[in-house]
């Protein structure tokens, strides 16, 4: 679903990005972690072109992203991301901020729209709180309107950003806990987290990444148990 060959990336002299080669496949979860400023938020915002990339390959679903204003366009309506900071439109109810992208992008009228968007707000265990507005909710219920939102639009591929680091601890859960049946639904996700727990339940792939590097990537399996540099050994006993 996601094809990164030799990616390059400058912010002016700053090289973010260092020849990056990843692939997810479908229904393949990829866990990506790594110190703050190591350039992995920079990585998934390049693949909805959120960012933009100098040289390499960046190609999703079989569509390769260039300037292509069509393909970008294209390849947003099959990426759903969720950030750190939930971005939910302060002045819509949930309700209302899950319905407008199906309703103006797809089309979909009002009351299908609102059968969707109450479909996916059970899944994610907020349907009570459909009329009420963001502020109203707590930053976990948030993140899970946040995510809601996103579905609404049925991604092939879902991108995470640190979904859980701006929340409370008591929050956490909450929302790692719709991730994981997100993933076992067979969704594709790439995520970038610190959430350890998480990544041995749910990862197929761990990618460790360092000044712009992939420095290591492996199965959970071997990744917690023997990683190879002594990079990832460091970053892994401080978070662990
Ligand atoms: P991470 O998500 O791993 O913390 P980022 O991808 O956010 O890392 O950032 C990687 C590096 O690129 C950091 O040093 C950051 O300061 C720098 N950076 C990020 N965005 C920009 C930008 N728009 N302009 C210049 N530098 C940036
Ligand atoms: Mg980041």
């Known amino acids: 679903m996601i094809r990164i060959e030799a990616v390059n990336k400058w912010f002016d002299d700053f090289h973010v990005l260092k020849d990056i080669d990843l692939t997810v496949g479908a229904g393949e979860k990829v866990v990506v972690c790594g110190p703050s400023g190591s350039g992995k938020s920079t990585l998934i915002r390049c693949i909805n072109r959120l960012e933009s990339h100098e040289q390499g390959l960046i190609e999703v679903d079989g569509i390769e992203l260039t300037d292509d204003n069509k393909r970008i366009s294209e390849i947003r309506s099959e990426v759903g991301m969720v950030f ?14 899950c319905t407008l992208g199906p309703i103006r992008a797809r089309g979909l009228s009002k009351t299908d ?9 059970e899944k994610v265990r907020i349907p009570e709180q459909a009329d009420k507005y963001p502020s ?21 591929i879902m991108l995470f950003d640190e979904p859980t680091s701006a929340l409370d601890p008591e929050m956490i859960n909450e929302v790692l806990d719709v ?3 997100l993933a076992e639904s067979g969704m594709t ?3 970038v987290t610190h959430e350890m727990g998480f990544a041995r339940r749910v990862a197929d792939t761990m990618v460790f990444m360092d ?8 199965s959970p399996e071997t ?8 990079r990832c050994k460091d970053f892994l006993e401080k978070i662990l």
């Open 136 to 156: 109203q909710l707590s930053g976990g219920q948030q993140q899970r309107v946040a995510i809601a939102r996103s579905l609404c639009m049925r991604p092939k």
């Open 113 to 121: 729209a609102r059968a969707l968007a109450m479909e996916f707000l």
């Open 211 to 218: 000044h712009g590097e992939i420095v290591e990537m492996a």
């Open 223 to 230: 990744f917690f148990s023997t990683p190879k540099s002594d």
């Open 84 to 97: 750190q900071q939930f971005n939910l439109f302060p002045h819509l109810t949930v309700l209302e901020n």
């Open 179 to 181: 991730m994981t049946e």
């Open 189 to 191: 996700m790439l995520c």
